[in-house]
């Protein structure tokens, strides 16, 4: 996450959001983030937890299922797609450092 200061916030979506710490931290730094997760335990803890961080927070987040956003969201709606536990788990079995070079799997900035 060290690398996302220096990007002006836009858009980002949260592969495996958990309970929500990477996404709040991300609205918190104005960026506007879709949340998803396949636990609908963790989607429902995380948004309570973005609602306890804030109106103004809890505003930029939104959280869905995987299957609600390969359902209804256009995949081009994203600057940056963000999957740190997928990455760590499919790159990292040695317990490296993950860097957000490694967790961005799509990064595109759309034109200002
Ligand atoms: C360690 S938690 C993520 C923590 C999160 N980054 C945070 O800030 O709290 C990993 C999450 O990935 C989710 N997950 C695992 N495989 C997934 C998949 N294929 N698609 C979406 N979410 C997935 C799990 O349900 C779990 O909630």
């Not at 958990?18 to 963790?42: H, K, M, P």
């Not at 804030?54 to 505003?59: L, P, Q, T």
């Amino acid at each position: 996450m060290e690398q996302v200061p220096d990007l002006a916030p836009g858009t980002a979506l949260d592969v495996g959001s958990g309970e929500g710490a990477d996404a709040i931290w991300l609205a918190s730094q104005g960026w506007q983030v879709t949340g998803v997760d396949v636990s609908t335990v963790a989607l429902e803890r995380a948004a309570r937890r973005a609602a306890g961080a804030g109106v103004d927070i809890a505003a930029r987040i939104l959280f869905f299922t995987a299957e609600q956003v390969a359902a209804t969201l256009d995949p081009d709606s994203w600057e940056i797609v963000l999957a740190a536990t997928l990455a760590r788990r499919a790159r990292d079995p040695e317990g490296r450092q993950v860097t957000i070079h490694d967790a961005v799997l799509h990064a595109r900035r759309l034109a200002a």
